[in-house]
């Protein structure tokens, strides 16, 4: 199995650029999540579907954010525009609800940088 | 938002050693689960337990959930250098599926 997979690895875009992060969930995992990780605010929680349906998306910061998950296999994270305060680590991570296991699987990470 | 606080923030001990991470929550939940996430890495999952569950073992690894006390412990035994990550608590609430982190403690393992 390939893992969750995130592109571009890295990312560094200059301020009221348009950002685009990828993700590819595990196959046959039905639970996708997005997170983000800084220094200040540790790893927190942006939005998770489940059957490509968004669930909970009240960590969005605001509605420069979107999120959308197109089919089981792909999901983007879009900020239009980007600021300064949105340099972070994104992680997708990913779960199945078969068995009897909660485990997220992460993957790599996608470091923005917005200067 | 972060779930609780993980004490210590950073610990640094000797290869050989035992290591105990403490992590308290606020809700109630459903499992509670410990990632390692090497200097700039992704997470990596370690262990999970249940809110029915009291103690779990994995290899050199032994997790402990009070959940009276609203409180989990890591303990890795005999630990070694390739150990040195930051160790991370995140619970899963009850009727929820994301996680909520804790703010992690930074492990050095001096050879």
């Known amino acids: 199995d390939a893992g969750v997979i995130q592109s571009p690895r890295h990312e560094v875009t200059e301020m009221g650029q348009e950002v685009t992060l990828r993700c590819k969930p595990i196959?046959?995992?039905?639970?996708l999540f997005w997170y983000r990780q800084t220094m200040m605010r540790g790893l927190e929680l942006l939005i998770y579907?489940?059957?490509?349906?968004?669930?909970?998306d009240s960590g969005m910061p605001e509605d420069r954010f979107s999120a959308k998950m197109p089919n089981a296999s792909f999901s983007t994270l879009k900020i239009q525009p980007s600021e300064p305060r949105d340099s972070a680590v994104y992680f997708c991570?990913?779960?199945?609800?078969?068995?009897?296991?909660?485990?997220?699987?992460f993957g790599p990470g996608t470091r923005l940088t917005v200067l | 938002s972060q779930q609780g606080e993980e004490d210590p923030q950073a610990l640094s001990i000797q290869e050989g050693e035992n290591a105990t991470m403490n992590c308290s929550y606020k809700?109630?939940?459903?499992?509670l689960q410990w990632y390692r996430q090497n200097s700039g890495r992704g997470l990596v999952h370690l262990i999970l337990i249940r809110s029915n569950e009291r103690e779990k073992h994995s290899g050199r690894l032994r997790v402990t959930l009070d959940t009276s006390k609203k409180s989990s412990s890591l303990l890795i035994t005999a630990s070694r250098a390739a150990d040195t990550a930051s160790y991370f608590c995140a619970t899963m609430d009850t009727g929820r599926r994301a996680l909520t982190f804790g703010s992690g403690t930074r492990l050095q393992v001096q050879p």
């Open positions: 809700t109630s939940i459903n499992n």
């Open positions: 991570a990913s779960s199945t609800s078969g068995g009897a296991t909660d485990t997220q699987y």
């Open positions: 579907f489940n059957n490509n349906v968004p669930i909970d």
């Open positions: 196959s046959g995992h039905d639970y």
